[in-house]
């Protein structure tokens, strides 16, 4: 799950950072000017940053999109929109702050967003059960889909979630149920539906969120049938140890260019250099950019051909022979 | 006293011993009941003593649910490919296709039931635990676009433990591509009957197979999105007993009915003719 302990591949990065931060300390205290020294350190972070995310390993990745520093949902909706106003509760057995979701402006034009939201504390985490939604988490989502309809309101979501929650409530409530119907509305709602993949995008628990004319994903994120950790373990009896995870990552093929060579993303939003934690305000632009750009496209199809074509996408996804 | 003593005569078996090899016999796997196989296949391998239904084969249920003589089988020459270059992927469909049939994870039927056309699927659990790939959700959209093209209502028996993992995120696309199918036949007001039998878990469950217009399942079918031993991971402490059953998810409000497989073609038919604007079956009066 999320892990704030920096990660492994990262300390290098982490040890040079260190080293500027000291060296700046040093000199503020002193009143020297180090600008001279600082720079070339500071061009070799960048340097170090890009060639450590050059070639990140699938499992690295992983750990890259749960890694909790990693900006979130709301993190995003603060960044890249304006006017946002939070709706909670499904009507029907309680509010889940696993997923939020509300009015907001992009570019000043109204937009429904809605998205997993983890916690980057064990208190908010607790609060957000590590955005593994309930039943009630999905229904809201549906709510507010529902009401974006009714107001022609295009729908924005954000994909960040290890996957639907596996617990007693869940099931007694339909977990099975919530996400069947979002799936089933999502591919007939007469608006239309952009996803994000911003983390990581956990089975069912994701899709829920990700029936769209456009899925989009950060060059960072991963998106994926079942945990690499779970992968492992079926078929391996070894769901722990780094080999049999690295081993699974790749196998499952969970990167974004994995998933736009196999058709079911449309666009990878690169990231900033050294990961979008690295810069979130440099991510949330980009996102931003993409968001418009994709929307702005969207907007010349009529609901009917939107719909028809969301369906037409969705209806060829697989590959077998005949 | 000897006439106490009377001659012992061995006594002569009253018919010759029936040989019934030990292969014949089976034994119920929840009561331990023992009886004939024949008995069980009779029965339709409902144990005759606690009711347990025991897992049956594709080709059985459509032999339960549809008229003798009245069906076809369609699309059986989609196969799966391997589409990620997933290990051992290509072995172990070689493995379930010579074990299970070469019909992958469900069976594709058209025929009548009670006399009314319809399309029917029927997933296999044997073949890789009943998982579903791409072949799976495009004999699905296919039966589907059939019951749309022809207004037959669509039947499906479920039973999978979930997505393939081997086809990864293109077997969770499955989810979607056959959600967004039912979306089409709900709109065109084409019925839409599904049966869960045990176990209906993961992506199945978190899609078709909670859609339904009327949603069946056979007595004590597991049903839920996480299998019972990963919630029990993590949650960490034992499950409730019953829970997940069939009888569980139709007390939480989850299910129309929990039918006994004896009933489940009268009960089909019965709700077919209600939602396709039929009259009753004969033998069905006014009281």
Redesign the interface.
């Known amino acids: 799950m999320a892990s704030s302990t920096t990660m492994e591949f990262e300390k290098p990065i982490a040890e040079l950072e260190r080293q500027i931060d000291e060296l700046k300390k040093t000199a503020g205290k002193r009143q020297l000017s180090v600008s001279d020294e600082i720079a070339p350190l500071e061009r070799k972070l960048d340097a170090l940053r890009a060639e450590v995310y050059k070639n990140l390993t699938p499992l690295q990745r992983v750990q890259v999109a749960r890694n909790n520093k990693r900006p979130f949902t709301l993190d995003y909706i603060q960044l890249a929109f304006t006017d946002f106003i939070e709706l909670h509760g499904d009507r029907l057995y309680a509010e889940d702050a696993a997923i939020v979701g509300g009015w907001a402006r992009l570019d000043g034009e109204t937009v429904m967003v809605i998205g997993h939201q983890r916690g980057r504390d064990t208190k908010e985490n607790l609060k957000r059960n590590f955005g593994m939604p309930h039943p009630e988490g999905y229904r809201k989502a549906l709510r507010l889909m529902k009401l974006a309809e009714k107001f022609h309101v295009p729908v924005l979501t954000f994909i960040d979630t290890p996957g639907a929650w596996a617990g007693l409530g869940a099931e007694e409530r339909g977990q099975s149920e919530a996400i069947a119907r979002n799936l089933f509305e999502m591919s007939r709602l007469e608006v239309p539906i952009i996803a994000t993949v911003i983390g990581e995008g956990g089975s069912g628990g994701a899709l829920a969120l990700g029936v769209a004319d456009r899925v989009l994903m950060l060059e960072n994120a991963v998106y994926s049938v079942i945990t690499v950790e779970g992968c492992a373990a079926i078929l391996w009896k070894d769901g722990k140890s780094p080999e049999m995870k690295e081993r699974a990552a790749s196998a499952l093929r969970i990167t974004a260019q994995d998933l736009l060579e196999l058709g079911v993303i449309d666009e990878i939003i690169p990231e900033p250099v050294g990961g979008a934690h690295s810069n979130r305000e440099a991510a949330a632009q980009a996102v931003h950019e993409a968001l418009v750009r994709t929307l702005d496209d969207l907007r010349r199809y009529k609901p009917d051909k939107l719909v028809r074509r969301r369906r037409e996408k969705y209806l060829a996804m697989g590959q077998f022979a005949e | 006293m000897a006439w106490f003593r009377k001659e012992r005569k061995p006594r002569q078996p009253r018919r010759e011993k029936l040989e019934i090899p030990a292969d014949a016999w089976e034994k119920c796997e929840a009561c331990g009941h023992t009886d004939l196989r024949e008995k069980f296949v009779r029965n339709l391998n409902v144990c005759p003593q606690c009711d347990y239904h025991r897992r049956i084969r594709a080709a059985d249920y459509v032999n339960i649910l549809i008229d003798e003589n009245s069906w076809e089988e369609l699309d059986v020459?989609?196969?799966?490919?391997d589409?990620?270059g997933?290990?051992?992927y290509p072995q172990r469909l070689k493995k379930a296709i010579a074990n299970a049939g070469d019909g992958d994870a469900i069976m594709s039927v058209a025929g009548t039931l009670g006399g009314m056309p319809v399309s029917l699927g029927v997933m296999d659990f044997a073949f890789m635990g009943g998982s579903m790939?791409?072949?799976v959700?495009?004999k699905i959209?296919r039966l589907g676009q059939r019951s749309l093209e022809r207004k037959y209502p669509l039947v499906i028996v479920c039973a999978s433990g979930g997505?393939r993992?081997q086809?990864?995120?293109?077997?969770?696309?499955?989810?979607?591509?056959t959600?967004?199918?039912?979306?089409?036949l709900?709109?065109r007001r084409v019925p839409y009957v599904s049966i869960l039998t045990n176990p209906t878990t993961?992506?199945v469950?978190?899609?078709?197979?909670?859609?339904g217009d009327a949603i069946l399942a056979e007595p004590g079918a597991v049903?839920?999105?996480?299998g019972p031993r990963?919630?029990k991971q993590?949650?960490g402490q034992d499950?409730?007993e019953g829970?997940?059953t069939a009888e569980f998810l139709l007390d939480?409000?989850?299910l129309d009915a929990v039918v006994h497989r004896r009933d489940l073609k009268s009960t089909v038919g019965q709700l077919l003719r209600h939602m396709s604007g039929q009259p009753a079956a004969s033998g069905w009066t006014s009281p």
């Not at chain 2, 086809?167 to 591509?177: D, T």
């Not at chain 2, 959600?179 to 089409?184: E, K, P, T």
């Not at chain 2, 049903?223 to 996480?226: D, E, M, T, V, Y």
């Open positions: 020459d989609l196969k799966s490919v589409p990620l997933f290990p051992e790939g791409s072949v959700g495009e959209a997505a993992m086809e990864g995120v293109l077997s969770l696309m499955q989810m979607a591509k959600s967004a199918l039912l979306a089409q709900a709109e993961g992506g469950s978190a899609s078709f197979a909670m859609l049903i839920g999105f996480a990963v919630i993590t949650i499950l409730p829970f997940q939480r409000g989850m």
